[in-house]
């Protein structure tokens, strides 16, 4: 909306400063009506300005106008194109900029809490599993419970689904086993 304002306060202000060099009868016909064509109205100085400030081509909508008219307007074009084209236009893409990468942010926290709930999901899951295993209740799996808690079905999806080979029980025993011959849920979890 700002630049709109920019736009349109900087192409009222051009068509009324050009009016009298379009009614100058001193002015040959061909310059005034190339004015005419481009800062002739409101609307036709809103159009130009537009693609001074979009389209990259402003010295072919200025050069004229600065060659022929006024070397002043050198000193106007100036001013808009470094505040309008270049401040104004880095300033909105520094803020387009800014909220792509605050999303970007906010997906990266959205993924960690996704991961951390999926981690937390599955220690649950191994809970339960330990629960069921432990058959004497003591908190601890011996190696015969180990043994048979791999040739449980669920047992093996738990484990494919952590991406655990659990064809060799007893290596991976040893492997959550602190040394005392028993693995208790610390271990296993």
């Not at 192409?11 to 481009?38: K, T, Y």
């Amino acid at each position: 909306i700002l630049m709109m304002l920019i736009i349109y306060g900087t192409a009222l202000s051009l068509c009324n400063m050009l009016q009298e060099h379009v009614a100058d009868a001193s002015v040959p016909l061909e310059l005034r009506l190339w004015i005419h064509q481009w800062y002739g109205s409101a609307g036709r100085s809103v159009w130009t300005l537009f693609l001074i400030t979009f389209s990259g081509g402003w010295p072919g909508y200025v050069r004229r106008l600065v060659d022929e008219v006024s070397w002043t307007y050198s000193i106007f074009f100036a001013a808009y194109i470094w505040i309008v084209v270049f401040a104004i236009t880095r300033i909105i893409t520094a803020l387009f900029l800014k909220e792509t990468l605050q999303t970007a942010n906010d997906d990266a926290a959205l993924m960690a809490r996704e991961q951390r709930a999926a981690k937390t999901k599955t220690m649950r899951k191994l809970e339960k599993l330990f629960a069921l295993v432990d058959k004497s209740h003591d908190g601890q799996i011996s190696l015969e419970e180990f043994k048979d808690l791999c040739s449980q079905p669920i047992a093996q999806a738990y484990f494919t689904a952590l991406e655990l080979n659990i064809s060799e029980a007893c290596d991976l025993f040893m492997l959550l086993d602190d040394g005392d011959g028993m693995v208790d849920q610390a271990e296993f979890c």
